[in-house]
């Protein structure tokens, strides 16, 4: 079935940058959308941005607009997510997730690249 893996977490300072990559091992990315999550200490898992397979379009959460950027390189059978401008608050464990269609959750889940912001 293959798996997806997460990559390009790390440590930043506050104002910093980074770029997660989900790559697909196995497994051709299909169905609705992709999706990165997050989940911080002591929260709940929060959906962080969107793009849809079929136009590409996207959508953030509110805390990220402006600051993170999501895309998709069919060739590679990869998905990023840009961040930029980080905060303390954007530490947190980064998962991506397929969504095979609209009424369905997500169900294809990566291990998670951890992201943390020095103040």
């Known amino acids: 079935q293959g798996q997806l893996v997460e990559s390009g977490g790390g440590l930043v300072q506050a104002g910093g940058s980074l770029r997660l990559s989900c790559a697909a091992s196995g497994r051709t990315f299909s169905g609705y959308a992709m999706g990165w999550f997050r989940q911080a200490p002591w929260k709940e898992r929060e959906l962080v941005a969107r793009?849809?397979?079929?136009?590409?379009?996207?959508w953030y959460t509110d805390s990220v607009k402006g600051r993170f950027t999501i895309s998709r390189d069919n060739a590679k059978n990869t998905v990023y997510l840009q961040m930029n401008s980080l905060e303390p608050e954007d530490t947190a464990v980064y998962y991506c997730a397929t969504k095979p269609s609209l009424l369905v959750a997500y169900d294809y889940w990566g291990q998670g690249t951890q992201v943390t912001v020095s103040s």
């Open positions: 793009i849809k397979w079929s136009d590409g379009s996207t």
